[in-house]
């Protein structure tokens, strides 16, 4: 009887690599490099050489694992063919088939942000929802969709790419992925950084906010009571309120999980969010919660674990 | 072994009725109207005498029965829960177990949008697709989601709400469901008449558009080579091919199959969606098709019996 499950975050620069029961209660984590040279041909045998000599050196028999899941930094569809991870070096394949290859053990890999959402559905800020969207506010705006407990891939793997959702028809400024006014380009931590610039140039009063413009120094600003920050922060929480009332009338959630650096602000940034979310959501589709994620770094690697049992 | 499934489309005036054998091949098809008064309490009893009559009638067993699928005008979640269906008179209550209860036959509902979405899966334009969006565009814009050949019902029954999405920040008319700016303003029968309106307003050359400025007129202006139509035209689609570009983002389908009244006016329609489509949407969601509905008032009933199967 299956008793563990690997679950392995790939990232552009280390892998992690997590040894779980199938309880999902964790027994180990561990860091592996990621060795991008040559197309990344060597990531996924190093992550099976990482998980034999943890079998090894646990005395566990490759019949005591239920497999393994794997979260890729680009787009994975449901048969588990990455369409281009340009941070790995990768093209494409199927990276289930060649890790189940590579250990002997049923694989199976998904898009990261994807497999975040199912991490935070199974043991982080979404426990108790079947139908939610985690929203990753970063460096840039990522997200998945948990439909029924399941990951929405998508037909090409770009499933739950909110941050790319066009918001904003007035934007001048081009979006990293070539179009104009996405979501990213105002709710990540860079975007709030230019919402910051914007209306610090036309602001003449007090204010905490010199030099760092960063998420962080915007946030800690509105605890304090900044007025300039809380404008920032108003003008954020529009942008992204309108977004999340977009998606709700889409897939209808019964919750949002915000992630993701910007939300170590913590529960301030919902008095931002919800009534923005208010406005724009289609009634029928009002009642979604919004909660903060609570795994940290360690969703994908929770989440890759679980798409695999 | 059951060879036969019903499918059924409730609407405001009247019940279509569908005989199918399990292959999808229609037997035959009649209507029942629907009785209102009183909360709407006959309708369910109303359908399932029909099916039993039809049974007596045709000399079949129960058991040869697969079950019954029912469209209904309201939300529906999964569990076959309706939310409301405001035009039959209904609150709310389990669909799927009262008719299971009136018939003895396994039976299940979802929201006609939805339902139709399945049938033009199933039998219509997104035959072969399993991951599409069904957009149609009647007197409102409905929408239907299918992720992996099953309906996205969401989790209070507003999956696929599409018609109000919000588009456009200048709005200034409220849209039926209270808010500014929704898809259904400017994609449906009736907000191709506004934008006609508004444009005819402004417009000093020549035009075949005289007093009636329905979708229908505007689209024949449009095969007709009339330049202000042409106007009128590429308006609407500028706002569709926005719309469909968030919803892409967001779920990724295969393809979007357009129906309803609207798409009578055929194939010129995909002529204004498609530009707007490619400048908003994110590149990894590049790739849907355009398609045409080819089951038209049908696809209720062809839906709600693959929803049974």
Known sequence: MAKYVFGVDIGGTTVKMGFL??????????????????????ILP????????????ENIDKAEVAGIGVGVPGPVDGAGVVHRAVNLGW????????????????????NDANVAALGEMWKGGGQGYKNMVMVTLGTGVGGGIIIDG????GSTGAGG??????????????????????????????????????HKKSWSGATVLKDDLSAKAVFDGVKA??????????????????GLAVIASVVNPEAFVIG????KAGEVLMGY?????????????????????TLGNDAGMYGAAKLVL
């Open 225 to 242: 009571g900044d007025a300039l920050c809380k404008e920032i922060a108003e003008d954020f929480g529009e942008k992204l309120g309108k």
């Open 91 to 110: 093209g494409e394949f199927n990276v289930s088939e060649k890790l189940t290859s590579l250990t002997g053990i049923k694989s199976m890999a998904g």
């Open 150 to 153: 399941k990951m929405l891939a």
């Open 161 to 198: 790419e909110i941050g790319h959702i066009h918001i904003d028809d007035d934007e001048t400024r081009t979006c990293g992925c070539g179009n104009k006014g996405c979501l990213e380009q105002y709710a990540s931590a860079t975007g709030i950084s230019y919402l910051a610039t914007v």
């Open 260 to 263: 993701g650096g910007v939300s």
């Open 46 to 57: 190093d992550v099976a050489r990482s998980i034999e000599e943890k079998l090894t050196k």
């Open 21 to 42: 029961d199938i309880q999902g209660n964790l027994i180990d984590k561990w860091e592996i490099p990621t060795r991008k040279e040559n197309g990344g041909e060597n």
């Open 273 to 293: 969010i919800r009534p923005s979310f208010e406005k724009y959501v289609f009634h029928g589709a009002k009642g979604a919660k919004l909660l903060l994620a």
